[in-house]
């Protein structure tokens, strides 16, 4: 029932695709992925990154990865698009 959502935010998953395809307004949320490659498509989307890119996430991953590689993505930088995204 994504279609009968207001707004989808999320991680660069199937979900993300499919809300933007059935035009819910929908923000991807990109860490140690390629937005520039796999952000959602459409005019009701728009996504956010970590301060790091991809390439930096991934160098810098350990073989075991103990901790998220998204603590740059802040709460507010989320906000601020989701407000630009809907206005």
Not at 52 to 62: F, G, Y
Request: hydrophobic share 40%; aromatic share 8%; proline share 6%.
């Amino acid at each position: 029932f994504i279609s009968k959502s207001n707004l989808y935010i999320g991680n660069d998953s199937g979900l993300m695709h499919i809300a933007a395809a059935v035009n819910v307004p929908t923000v991807g949320l990109f860490g140690p992925s390629y937005p520039q490659i796999y952000s959602p498509w459409g005019k009701n989307t728009a996504y956010v990154t970590t301060l790091k890119t991809a390439e930096e996430l991934l160098a810098d991953a350990p073989l075991e990865i103990t901790k998220t590689m998204m603590d740059s993505l802040s709460v507010e930088k989320v906000e601020k698009t989701v407000l630009n995204l809907i206005k």
